[in-house]
């Protein structure tokens, strides 16, 4: 570039490109904007000042940074209104062979405009006249100007095209956001009324033999809803409101197996604040209950187990001492475990697991793997493990029968 010096050789020198300021507070974009200009005045005044000195006609540091300084901080001025023109037809807005057009005609008068700012200052700062200057720079930096004009508008251009990008990119993560809650949603949607046909069918069985007790399943099986109710627009909770629901649920089937059934709480308190998925355990524990003890003579046995193996991983597991799975069962089958295995997958893809392995008394144990996400720093509570919980019902009453949705 010729640096403005009247009686100076121009040099041709390359232009850095203007760094797309992000948004952000006025305050720090003006810092910003002035700091890149003052960076470049100040790289090309260490330029004139060694090239100068190595021609044997050396110009002091402060001359040299005072007029390149000038030359930068006009092309920053006169930037705004060329970065504001490139916004305003921006490319797709018009016929390309137009913008084209329209940049050639508003690149020269950017030059044009420069050379007489730049003149005036010329004037103000070294005393040099107005048309000496104004003559030197028609020679010397038409060109060069218009360069740095196009400059400017490609980089706005980059600019524009890179927030678009991000405003696409949020776009699209928001639209997959709401597409994952309403899959969810629906989800939910379907496992209470399953869960409700289930428990409604085990109230029929007792209705015509023990009126008393299908009163209270009734009452607690309405607590139980109203809970459900009242969580039902959260995907994921505590784990140890998960097991408070449990137990509500398991105050319910207490009714029908009364002595046949215990359930075992085998869990980390340091796990009971860890998010896990809403109604996740309860699908499992139906299955167990129904496809599992139900079917057999001898006493059953639920094992509730919750770890964490590894610092970032929890560890659900469901066992029973059941029947187990039928040789060539089809694991996947039922809307409890299927629901269950979608919800995983919604919410954590490939990063949660279940599975099924045989029980360690016979039966089955499904175990669920998902991230424990607990914050840093959170205080989880320190309630006892609990385990050998019985859980009873009046003589007499007789299991569910056939007819149950699974």
Not at 185 to 192: D, F
Not at 193 to 209: C, D, E, I, K, Q
Not at 299 to 313: D, F, K, S, Y
Not at 355 to 382: H, N, Q, Y
Request: glycine fraction near 8%; charge should be neutral; include cysteine.
């Amino acid at each position: 570039m010729a640096v403005f010096i009247p009686g100076l050789s121009g040099q041709n020198v390359a232009i850095e490109t203007r760094t797309p300021i992000g948004p952000g507070p006025r305050a720090t974009r003006l810092l910003l904007f002035l700091g890149f200009w003052s960076l470049v005045g100040l790289a090309f005044a260490g330029q004139l000042y060694l090239t100068q000195a190595k021609r044997g006609t050396p110009v002091d540091w402060p001359l040299a940074l005072r007029r390149s300084l000038a030359d930068w901080y006009t092309f920053a001025v006169l930037s705004l209104p060329a970065i504001s023109l490139a916004r305003r037809f921006p490319l797709g807005s018009a016929p390309v062979h137009l913008l084209i057009a329209l940049h050639l005609m508003a690149s020269v008068v950017f030059s044009l405009v420069w050379m007489l700012l730049r003149a005036a200052l010329a004037v103000w700062l070294d005393g040099t006249p107005f048309a000496e200057t104004l003559r030197y720079a028609l020679v010397a930096t038409l060109v060069f100007n218009i360069l740095v004009y196009w400059v400017i508008v490609v980089a706005a251009h980059a600019a524009g095209f890179y927030r678009e990008s991000q405003a696409r990119e949020r776009r699209e993560l928001e639209l997959e956001r709401h597409l994952t809650e309403a899959r969810l949603q629906a989800l939910q949607m379907q496992l209470n009324p399953h869960f409700l046909f289930n428990a409604l069918h085990g109230v029929s069985t007792l209705m015509y033999r023990d009126v008393d007790a299908a009163d209270q399943m009734l009452i607690r099986l309405s607590d139980l809803l109203r809970h459900s109710l009242d969580r039902s627009g959260e995907h994921c909770v505590p784990l140890r409101d998960e097991l408070a629901f449990l137990d509500r649920y398991l105050d319910i089937e207490q009714i029908r197996f009364a002595d046949r059934l215990t359930v075992r709480h085998e869990v980390d308190p340091a796990t009971l604040g860890i998010p896990v998925p809403n109604l996740i355990l309860q699908p499992l524990v139906e299955n167990a209950l129904k496809h599992g003890i139900e079917p057999q003579v001898r006493a059953g046995v639920i094992t509730l187990r919750a770890q964490r193996p590894e610092p970032h991983t929890l560890r659900l597991e469901v066992e029973d001492n059941g029947i187990g799975l039928a040789p060539g069962g089809n694991t996947d089958s039922g809307i409890g475990l299927t629901n269950c295995r979608t919800r995983l997958a919604q919410l954590y893809g490939s990063d949660a697991s279940i599975r099924m392995k045989p029980g360690s008394d016979g039966g089955l144990c499904v175990i669920i793997e998902v991230p424990a996400m607990g914050p840093a720093g959170t205080v989880f509570a320190t309630t006892p493990k609990r385990t050998g919980t019985s859980v009873r019902r009046p003589e007499g009453i007789p299991r569910g029968g056939p007819g149950e949705i699974r």
